[in-house]
């Protein structure tokens, strides 16, 4: 086994994505109970039925920055809706958030080749605003994982082992494990997340840790393994709230 303790879960639906069930203050408890010490509250972009108005997204600025000794990132889960990898929240949003997930969810985006699938997901990572890419693994949408891995490696954005796919999106191991691969291969960046829908998953890793663990992935490619790491990469994105961030401070 390893000892690599993961601090932040980086991807976690509130009752606000319409198909998820507890509130803020539910996931925030649980992430303190777990001993986590940030989590970013990343729920569906417009697009996807029963998901909040971009409304929601501007409004994220009420929440505290912290509770209960949890950092509260403000993110979205944005909808890729085209093969130009056009996302489903105006450039005003993005801007006011501290993370930006892009994927592909079958109601936004009908599974194409798999040339198109993959050039819609490096076009939304041009995306100077995205800073990494969901569940990758999914087999509903083929890609090659190959060009995928090594252009995030490259441009230093995140892709997801997302725990969730081993439960909810049958047949995505063996996509995760090539990814996990090619990632400890090109050195690039991981987020190891829940996609919890309800509270009780927040935190919820251990499966994606594992295959991560298993394909050589080391802690420093592992961006919730370390809440230092996961602030200097933030800083690195131009994210305002830790655009001053230095090493060693509690306030920013
Ligand atoms: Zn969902
Ligand atoms: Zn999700």
Redesign the pocket.
């Given at each position: 086994m390893n000892n690599i303790k993961l601090v932040a879960d980086l991807h976690v639906?509130t009752i606000s994505?319409g198909?998820?069930y507890s509130t803020v203050a539910e996931i925030i408890e649980v992430a303190a109970q777990k001993g986590l010490e940030a989590v970013a509250l990343t729920d569906?972009g417009p697009a996807?039925p029963g998901a909040p108005h971009r409304y929601h997204f501007g409004h994220l600025c009420v929440l505290p920055e912290k509770e209960k000794n949890v950092e509260i990132l403000r993110g979205v889960?944005a909808n890729i809706i085209d093969k130009d990898g056009s996302i489903d929240l105006p450039e005003y949003y993005l801007n006011l958030l501290d993370i930006v997930w892009a994927g592909l969810h079958i109601p936004c985006f009908q599974p194409a080749t798999r040339s198109l699938n993959t050039k819609a997901l490096l076009n939304a990572l041009d995306n100077p605003y995205v800073d990494g890419i969901v569940h990758p693994g999914n087999p509903e949408f083929p890609i090659d994982e190959s060009t995928l891995v090594q252009a995030a490696a490259e441009k230093g954005k995140l892709l997801e082992i997302n725990n969730s796919s081993f439960v909810v999106r049958r047949g995505s191991r063996t996509g995760c494990q090539e990814i996990a691969r090619l990632i400890s291969h090109y050195h690039g960046l991981v987020a190891l997340n829940s996609?919890a829908?309800v509270a009780r998953d927040v935190g919820c890793n251990e499966k994606s840790l594992l295959l991560a663990v298993e394909s050589g992935i080391s802690p420093g490619q592992i961006i919730n393994s370390d809440l230092h790491l996961l602030k200097e990469f933030l800083k690195k994105r131009g994210k305002k709230r830790f655009i001053n961030y230095k090493a060693g401070e509690t306030a920013y």
């Open positions: 639906h994505s198909h998820a569906h996807m889960e996609d829908h």
